[in-house]
């Protein structure tokens, strides 16, 4: 059985870090994509950051870029998101997923697997 499990969220200052980790058992994935996803209150599921199976092409929303970093582990089956300078606009709770392909995409639906979510609340 395919699990994804989420940790790291919490409540934060706006201007601070977090880290979010996000832990696959059941398989492997290290020949596959994973992304990280955020959803705040009454709105879409939206996409955040992507990374290849080998790490070496990584994709973020526009909202995001030069503050998050996501990165991989392959022999830990772990991927992460770095969050710096974070804004209350950050304010959603994060799911990370796993893709179907091995590039790095920003579709939602080219993920299968997903984690039940992890909150992440930033106060100005």
């Known amino acids: 059985q395919v699990q994804l499990v989420e940790s790291g969220g919490g409540l934060v200052q706006a201007g601070g870090s977090l880290r979010l980790s996000c832990a696959a058992s059941?398989?492997?994935?290290?020949?596959?994509?994973m992304g990280w996803f955020r959803q705040a209150p009454g709105k879409e599921r939206d996409f955040a950051a992507s990374i290849s199976w080998r790490g070496d092409t990584t994709y973020y929303a526009d909202s995001v870029k030069g503050r998050f970093t996501i990165s991989r582990d392959n022999a830990k089956n772990t991927v992460y998101l770095q969050m710096n300078n974070l804004k209350p606009e950050d304010t959603a709770v994060y799911y990370c997923?796993?893709?179907?392909?091995?590039?790095?995409?920003?579709?939602?639906?080219?993920?299968?697997?997903w984690g039940q979510g992890t909150q992440v609340t930033v106060s100005s």
């Open positions: 997923a796993v893709s179907r392909r091995p590039w790095a995409t920003t579709v939602r639906s080219d993920y299968d697997y």
């Open positions: 059941g398989r492997t994935f290290s020949n596959l994509a």
